[in-house]
């Protein structure tokens, strides 16, 4: 029998982890809603960020000056992903860009791996710029991380206000007509480049914001940065349903939710076979609702035969 | 000249393959091992290729079937006496018997198809990114297993001391044997009813073809034939992990079937080939090597340059080197037409 | 009709039109004209390239060869969204309505068209006086509206982007005889406002009756125009559209 114990530290740890996660699945979200598109290379933005946090630690600059640079970066490297790579691959199918964002993927942390071991001669670099977040107060007799607050809060605040642009301005009822049939949002004026650019910036700056958080939570950086958690919000993601932003969202919410409560809650000895009943898990909810859990009826991108 | 074009086809590869192999049976020891390396690409290449190029469906875990494979291989033609003492915890069955090399490979073919079988039929049902997730999902199903099971394999640890069988003529025999098989696969029905659901589902559909079942032929093919690279991989290097055929294998053999040409077999066998033939020379260049001049490369350059050739190729000719066509001789046939269309002209002079 | 339409220039000019899908020709070398304030049809069998036509004009598809003018600008290569804010509207087939937004914010987007938003109110006013079931479910999803009041939607969404120019595909299809009556009844108002329009149709008669002119199309070409004394003549209109 497992017996696992859930306490109140590990279940609000679990929601800051939650929340971060929640937000990487709003920033795939939107570039998939208007170009279609899913971005394996989004935790390489977030890499990007992180080694930009890193570096300027190591430089001494201020805090806020590294994470000015952190948002910096990331939104230069998202333009030039959404020019280089999303613009010239519109018109090819979804496996073709699905492929090549994993190529991009690859591409930018072999490079970040090459930038390192040349540079600094080891694998990775330490991160103390925003490391102060990495300490706990304590509240209600349970030790939280600064971290996790500052997720919560940023998390709640950047989805409320992605829903108020979304809902209540013209160029947010814009992105959502796009993101269901961009083929007659264009026919009635609404400019393809210009909401592409708002998706792909918006997605940047969640990006940012997100290399701050996991920078905190993990204060060293390597090339592989992210990496399994991009795989595991883009899992969550699919099993939420892409189709929609906000199932995307809880998607992401949940899978990072869970994964925070059974890795703290387990013993250490009893879970190495979590990620195989994870991601069993994982094959159930796609054979039975391909379109994903929350989805509701059929989507276009996700079929079954 | 038509009826000969199939045998066109199935040449092309095969002579490349045979090429490379005797090419580097002249070289010397040290870099033979790269002529071997680049042919066990195309085995693992052209094996994932029966599957994603004539159906369409991408696919993360083809190296699972080659994981697995190459564990059975591997630990079945470990001698006895060493598996007692380096593997005290495995099945009875496992450690107390071995057997022979040409043996090993039927076994890892066995276990790939029946594993690909196993997680097929239910997966085969799902299209586009569900099954891409989905197929990561098993990927990474297998590695977790075979990194934590120790009644069946080392676990997280080497296992090693496994006959290194596969040199260049075991390679070479294994890869034309793959490249066989895929090539008469997408020539009998099956194949050409599987590659009618890639082009247009609903049509096939349509006329009888069951999607499904097709599918599952082929992955589990695919997994047969991934086994059997798996037993031509480990055979090679001599000993395994759970982290070899994991992975960087994945990016690396989808990469080479990009670049070569998702759709053809020509394709897959091009771009194994050149790509492995570009991570080797970089590979030797990162230890510096000498091509008239002193190229001394930093560490990493060799993912670097892979991962741009895959993202290049993708934007600028997402079809692939080779277009996604086979080989042919057709340049030749259009030299022989002219001529003989020239020489049939009547004469204008003196009619 | 309006007298001034024929001293004006064409607002509406399609030269030597081609447009292949692949190896497939679907509009060849087609050349029509609508003038400011006229309502033209443009009908033909299936497969005719009639909605091609439409889509080329539109910016959705790009011309092999030929040339596209609204009141004098060359359109033809163009992106959508520019045709768009350059004053043509599209009432696409099948109506393309976004079911999950609710009318009147499918009602704004039609407002992307225009180039400034000043008297979007007004705008909004007419069209509810036009089709008054759209101000009765303003606030409710689009997707709960019944085929003809969709449709109705779709209309009122493109006269929103005040277009010179409104093309219409196929408007009547799969609707009620009632619903269509109502839908030509609309066309007739619009028709009264000057708006110049060009209406492909599968309702041959009707169209032919109710237009200035109509263009018969088959196969990718104009065959020839019709006028409305010819929709009387059911003979001639039988030959024509199986001649063709």
Same mark, same amino acid.
């Given at each position: 029998?497992?017996?696992?114990?859930?306490?109140?530290?590990?279940?609000?740890?679990?929601?800051?982890?939650?929340?971060?996660?929640?937000?990487?699945?709003?920033?795939?979200?939107?570039?998939?809603?208007?170009?279609?598109?899913?971005?394996?290379?989004?935790?390489?933005?977030?890499?990007?960020?992180?080694?930009?946090?890193?570096?300027?630690?190591?430089?001494?600059?201020?805090?806020?000056?590294?994470?000015?640079?952190?948002?910096?970066?990331?939104?230069?490297?998202?333009?030039?992903?959404?020019?280089?790579?999303?613009?010239?691959?519109?018109?090819?199918?979804?496996?073709?860009?699905?492929?090549?964002?994993?190529?991009?993927?690859?591409?930018?942390?072999?490079?970040?791996?090459l930038i390192v071991l040349k540079v600094q001669g080891q694998l990775g670099v330490p991160a103390s710029a925003v490391a102060q977040l990495s300490r706990a107060v304590t509240i209600a007799g349970v030790d939280i991380r600064k971290v996790t607050i500052v997720s919560l809060v940023v998390a709640v605040v950047a989805l409320g206000l992605l829903a108020v642009l979304l809902g209540r301005t013209t160029i947010g009822l814009q992105m959502r007509a796009a993101a269901t049939d961009f083929t007659t949002a264009r026919l009635l004026g609404v400019s393809a480049n210009r909401v592409i650019?708002?998706?792909?910036?918006?997605?940047?700056?969640?990006?940012?914001?997100?290399?701050?958080?996991?920078?905190?939570?993990?204060?060293?950086?390597?090339?592989?940065?992210?990496?399994?958690?991009?795989?595991?919000?883009?899992?969550?993601?699919?099993?939420?349903?892409?189709?929609?932003?906000?199932?995307?969202?809880?998607?992401?919410?949940?899978?990072?939710?869970?994964?925070?409560?059974?890795?703290?809650?387990?013993?250490?000895?009893?879970?190495?076979?979590?990620?195989?009943?994870?991601?069993?898990?994982?094959?159930?909810?796609?054979?039975?609702?391909?379109?994903?859990?929350?989805?509701?009826?059929?989507?276009?991108?996700?079929?079954?035969? | 000249?038509? *009826?000969?074009?199939?045998?066109?086809?199935?040449?092309?590869?095969?002579?490349?393959?045979?090429?490379?192999?005797?090419?580097?049976?002249?070289?010397?020891?040290?870099?033979?091992?790269?002529?071997?390396?680049?042919?066990?690409?195309?085995?693992?290449?052209?094996?994932?290729?029966?599957?994603?190029?004539?159906?369409?469906?991408?696919?993360?875990?083809?190296?699972?079937?080659?994981?697995?494979?190459?564990?059975?291989?591997?630990?079945?033609?470990?001698?006895?006496?060493?598996?007692?003492?380096?593997?005290?915890?495995?099945?009875?069955?496992?450690?107390?018997?071995?057997?022979?090399?040409?043996?090993?490979?039927?076994?890892?073919?066995?276990?790939?198809?029946?594993?690909?079988?196993?997680?097929?039929?239910?997966?085969? *049902?799902?299209?586009?990114?569900?099954?891409?997730?989905?197929?990561?999902?098993?990927?990474?199903?297998?590695?977790?297993?075979?990194?934590?099971?120790?009644?069946?394999?080392?676990g997280a640890g080497l296992l090693s001391l496994i006959p290194e069988t596969t040199g260049l003529l075991q390679a070479t025999a294994g890869a034309l044997v793959v490249i066989g098989v895929a090539f008469w696969y997408q020539r009998t029905r099956l194949g050409r009813q599987l590659r009618a659901t890639r082009e247009d589902p609903a049509a096939a559909q349509a006329v009888g073809i069951s999607v499904h079942r097709q599918r599952l032929w082929a992955f589990a093919l695919s997994g047969a034939l991934s086994g059997f690279a798996g037993a031509l991989y480990v055979h090679m290097i001599?000993?395994?992990?759970?982290?070899?055929?994991?992975?960087?294998?994945?990016?690396?053999?989808?990469?080479?079937?990009?670049?070569?040409?998702?759709?053809?077999?020509?394709?897959?066998?091009?771009?194994?080939?050149?790509?492995?033939?570009?991570?080797?020379?970089?590979?030797?260049?990162?230890?510096?090597?000498?091509?008239?001049?002193?190229?001394?490369?930093?560490?990493?350059?060799?993912?670097?340059?892979?991962?741009?050739?895959?993202?290049?190729?993708?934007?600028?000719?997402?079809?692939?080197?080779?277009?996604?066509?086979?080989?042919?001789? *057709?340049?030749?046939?259009?030299?022989?037409?002219? *001529?003989?269309?020239?020489?049939?002209?009547?004469?204008?002079?003196?009619? | 009709?309006?007298?001034?339409?024929?001293?004006?220039?064409?607002?509406?000019?399609?030269?030597?039109?081609?447009?292949?899908?692949?190896?497939?020709?679907?509009?060849?070398?087609?050349?029509?004209?609508?003038?400011?304030?006229?309502?033209?049809?443009?009908?033909?069998?299936?497969?005719?390239?009639?909605?091609?036509?439409?889509? /080329?004009?539109?910016?959705?598809?790009?011309?092999?060869?030929?040339?596209?003018?609204?009141?004098?600008?060359?359109?033809?290569?163009?992106?959508?969204?520019?045709? /768009?804010?350059?004053?043509?509207?599209?009432?696409?087939?099948?109506?393309?309505?976004?079911?999950?937004?609710?009318?009147?914010?499918?009602?704004?987007?039609?407002?992307?068209?225009?180039?400034?938003?000043?008297?979007?109110?007004?705008?909004?006013?007419?069209?509810?006086?036009? #089709?008054?079931?759209?101000?009765? #479910?303003?606030?409710?999803?689009?997707?709960?509206?019944?085929?003809?009041?969709?449709?109705?939607?779709?209309?009122?969404?493109?006269?929103?982007?005040?277009?010179?120019?409104?093309?219409?595909?196929?408007?009547?299809?799969?609707?009620?005889?009632?619903?269509?009556?109502?839908?030509?009844?609309?066309?007739?108002?619009?028709?009264?406002?000057?708006?110049?329009?060009?209406?492909?149709?599968?309702?041959?008669?009707?169209?032919?009756?109710?237009?200035?002119?109509?263009?018969?199309?088959?196969?990718?070409?104009?065959?020839?125009?019709?006028?409305?004394?010819? /929709?009387?003549?059911?003979?001639?209109?039988?030959?024509?559209?199986?001649?063709?």
């Amino acid at each position: 029998m497992i017996v696992a114990v859930v306490d109140a530290q590990n279940l609000v740890d679990a929601l800051g982890l939650g929340a971060i996660y929640a937000l990487m699945a709003v920033g795939i979200g939107l570039v998939f809603g208007v170009l279609r598109l899913v971005n394996f290379a989004y935790g390489q933005l977030i890499m990007a960020g992180a080694f930009t946090l890193a570096y300027a630690s190591r430089a001494n600059w201020p805090t806020w000056a590294a994470v000015l640079a952190c948002f910096g970066v990331v939104l230069a490297l998202s333009l030039i992903m959404e020019v280089a790579v999303f613009r010239p691959l519109r018109t090819q199918s979804p496996a073709v860009m699905l492929v090549a964002t994993f190529a991009v993927a690859f591409l930018l942390q072999s490079v970040a791996l090459l930038i390192v071991l040349k540079v600094q001669g080891q694998l990775g670099v330490p991160a103390s710029a925003v490391a102060q977040l990495s300490r706990a107060v304590t509240i209600a007799g349970v030790d939280i991380r600064k971290v996790t607050i500052v997720s919560l809060v940023v998390a709640v605040v950047a989805l409320g206000l992605l829903a108020v642009l979304l809902g209540r301005t013209t160029i947010g009822l814009q992105m959502r007509a796009a993101a269901t049939d961009f083929t007659t949002a264009r026919l009635l004026g609404v400019s393809a480049n210009r909401v592409i650019a708002l998706a792909v910036v918006l997605a940047g700056v969640i990006a940012a914001a997100v290399a701050v958080l996991l920078t905190a939570r993990t204060p060293y950086v390597q090339s592989d940065f992210a990496l399994h958690d991009t795989i595991i919000v883009l899992v969550g993601v699919v099993v939420g349903g892409i189709e929609r932003l906000w199932t995307a969202t809880l998607g992401g919410f949940a899978i990072g939710f869970a994964s925070g409560v059974i890795n703290g809650a387990l013993p250490t000895d009893k879970s190495v076979y979590l990620p195989s009943a994870l991601f069993t898990l994982v094959i159930l909810v796609l054979l039975i609702r391909p379109a994903g859990l929350f989805a509701r009826g059929r989507s276009s991108v996700v079929e079954r035969v | 000249m038509t *009826r000969s074009r199939p045998l066109v086809e199935l040449a092309g590869p095969c002579v490349l393959v045979s090429a490379v192999g005797i090419v580097g049976s002249f070289t010397s020891n040290a870099t033979a091992i790269y002529f071997q390396t680049a042919i066990v690409s195309v085995a693992i290449v052209v094996a994932l290729y029966v599957f994603v190029g004539n159906s369409g469906v991408l696919s993360f875990g083809q190296a699972s079937f080659a994981s697995v494979g190459a564990y059975a291989a591997g630990i079945m033609t470990v001698p006895v006496e060493s598996k007692v003492g380096t593997l005290p915890d495995v099945f009875p069955l496992l450690r107390d018997h071995a057997i022979g090399n040409a043996w090993s490979f039927v076994l890892a073919t066995a276990i790939g198809a029946a594993y690909a079988l196993l997680v097929g039929i239910p997966l085969m *049902r799902l299209s586009g990114l569900a099954a891409g997730i989905a197929t990561l999902a098993v990927l990474e199903i297998t590695h977790n297993i075979l990194h934590e099971w120790t009644k069946i394999g080392p676990g997280a640890g080497l296992l090693s001391l496994i006959p290194e069988t596969t040199g260049l003529l075991q390679a070479t025999a294994g890869a034309l044997v793959v490249i066989g098989v895929a090539f008469w696969y997408q020539r009998t029905r099956l194949g050409r009813q599987l590659r009618a659901t890639r082009e247009d589902p609903a049509a096939a559909q349509a006329v009888g073809i069951s999607v499904h079942r097709q599918r599952l032929w082929a992955f589990a093919l695919s997994g047969a034939l991934s086994g059997f690279a798996g037993a031509l991989y480990v055979h090679m290097i001599g000993s395994l992990t759970a982290d070899q055929l994991y992975l960087e294998l994945t990016f690396l053999s989808l990469a080479m079937l990009v670049i070569g040409g998702v759709t053809s077999l020509w394709g897959a066998v091009v771009g194994a080939l050149l790509v492995s033939g570009v991570d080797s020379f970089l590979g030797q260049a990162e230890s510096g090597v000498n091509i008239g001049f002193q190229l001394d490369l930093p560490t990493g350059t060799r993912l670097v340059a892979v991962g741009a050739l895959m993202a290049l190729t993708l934007i600028l000719r997402p079809s692939g080197i080779t277009g996604g066509r086979e080989f042919s001789l *057709r340049w030749l046939e259009a030299a022989r037409l002219r *001529r003989v269309l020239a020489a049939a002209r009547p004469r204008e002079e003196g009619s | 009709m309006s007298t001034a339409a024929a001293v004006q220039a064409p607002m509406l000019e399609v030269a030597g039109l081609d447009v292949r899908y692949g190896p497939v020709a679907a509009v060849r070398g087609v050349s029509l004209h609508v003038g400011a304030g006229e309502i033209v049809g443009l009908i033909g069998p299936n497969g005719a390239g009639k909605s091609t036509t439409l889509h /080329a004009i539109m910016g959705l598809v790009p011309p092999r060869a030929g040339e596209v003018r609204v009141a004098g600008h060359r359109l033809h290569g163009s992106a959508p969204e520019r045709v /768009a804010r350059s004053g043509v509207a599209l009432v696409p087939e099948g109506r393309r309505i976004f079911a999950e937004l609710t009318v009147e914010e499918n009602l704004r987007l039609g407002l992307a068209g225009r180039r400034s938003r000043d008297g979007a109110a007004e705008d909004f006013a007419a069209v509810y006086e036009l #089709f008054p079931v759209l101000r009765e #479910f303003r606030r409710r999803s689009a997707g709960a509206l019944s085929g003809g009041q969709q449709q109705q939607l779709a209309i009122a969404r493109a006269l929103v982007a005040r277009p010179k120019l409104l093309l219409l595909d196929e408007p009547s299809l799969g609707l009620a005889p009632r619903v269509v009556d109502l839908v030509f009844d609309a066309l007739a108002e619009i028709r009264e406002r000057g708006v110049t329009v060009l209406l492909v149709e599968q309702r041959a008669q009707r169209t032919v009756a109710f237009a200035d002119r109509t263009y018969l199309m088959s196969n990718g070409e104009i065959r020839l125009t019709l006028t409305p004394t010819d /929709a009387a003549d059911t003979d001639r209109m039988v030959a024509a559209y199986f001649a063709a």
